[in-house]
């Protein structure tokens, strides 16, 4: 199936929240048709409400694809709705953390073509990146479906094995979570060193958001820019000593927070 027949048959999206309204601005930016889209969501954002999407409209008789982007705790009540298109045509994506692609086969039917995804929030701008796996049913030409369609919003990794998405959750789902929050803590150490707020906070965004273009666009490695800002016995490595440092460094910090986010990723499952 093309992109032409994805829009002549639909896009469904169930729940359009933070994750689900940051890929439809992604599709909305890349072209995608808004009046080819249903949105089921109890309580739209005004956003959602003036895009032109089909807001919580009649159903498609045959959606090309449904995506699943409801809370985890909401799965059970939400997904139901969808079940007619159980075990027929249309490829369901989920983007919801910990639910196994079995929770999805026994509300649908084993019959039904199931992507598991975790995408991020960068999708908005077209910059995310998204970890796929199918379940048995979903055929190479799914994969690919899914593959071409989430590549609008950003990269898109295949998984081996749906016991990774755990960790792909804990590191790039939650990542970016990570990140701003570096930049909270790096503005309010800016304070500490003596810097008004306002400045301390526009200085802890450029070098984030720089950081990450530079990143980006130079394709060095992350430890070669690194490197390159650190002279020796200068500024950077005096920082760099507390923040490597063995014990308590931000690498032991960052391996306990994606554990944390990993394993709660596996007690959703349950
Ligand atoms: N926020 C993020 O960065 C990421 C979120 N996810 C996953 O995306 C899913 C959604 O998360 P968020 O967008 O952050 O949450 P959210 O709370 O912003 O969005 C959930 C949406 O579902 C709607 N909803 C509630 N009950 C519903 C029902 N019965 N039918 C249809 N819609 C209903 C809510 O009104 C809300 O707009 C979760 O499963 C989460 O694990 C995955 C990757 C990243
Ligand atoms: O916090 C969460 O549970 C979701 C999944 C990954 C990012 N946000």
Not at 58 to 78: E, G, R, S, T, W
Not at 154 to 183: I, K, N, Q
Not at 230 to 250: C, F, I, K, R, Y
Request: charged share 15%; aromatic share 4%.
């Amino acid at each position: 199936m093309d992109m032409a027949q994805v829009h002549a048959r639909g896009l469904v999206l169930l729940g359009c929240g933070k994750m689900g309204s940051a890929m439809l601005q992604g599709w909305l930016a890349d072209g995608f048709p808004p009046d080819a889209v249903t949105v089921l969501d109890p309580f739209p954002s005004d956003w959602l409400k003036a895009q032109g999407v089909r807001l919580n409209a009649p159903l498609p008789a045959a959606p090309a694809i449904v995506l699943v982007a409801v809370k985890p705790q909401m799965m059970a009540d939400a997904l139901p709705v969808l079940k007619p298109f159980g075990g027929g045509e249309t490829l369901f994506l989920s983007v919801a953390a910990g639910t196994p692609i079995s929770f999805y086969e026994d509300v649908l039917g084993a019959e039904t073509p199931i992507i598991r995804a975790m995408p991020n929030t960068p999708a908005a701008v077209g910059r995310g990146i998204t970890a796929i796996i199918g379940n048995t049913y979903a055929t190479a030409d799914q994969l690919d479906l899914a593959d071409h369609f989430l590549s609008a919003v950003g990269e898109v990794v295949r998984l081996g094995d749906e016991s990774e998405m755990d960790a792909v959750t804990g590191l790039s789902g939650s990542g970016p979570a990570y990140v701003f929050h570096m930049v909270e803590a790096m503005a309010r150490a800016g304070m500490a060193e003596g810097l008004p707020e306002a400045l301390a906070m526009r200085l802890a965004r450029a070098t984030v958001t720089g950081a990450g273009e530079l990143l980006y666009q130079s394709g060095e490695s992350a430890t070669q820019l690194r490197i390159n800002v650190t002279s020796p016995n200068g500024t950077t490595a005096a920082a760099l000593d507390v923040l490597m440092a063995e014990t308590d460094g931000l690498p032991d910090l960052m391996v306990r927070a994606v554990k944390a986010a990993a394993d709660r990723s596996r007690e959703l499952a349950k």
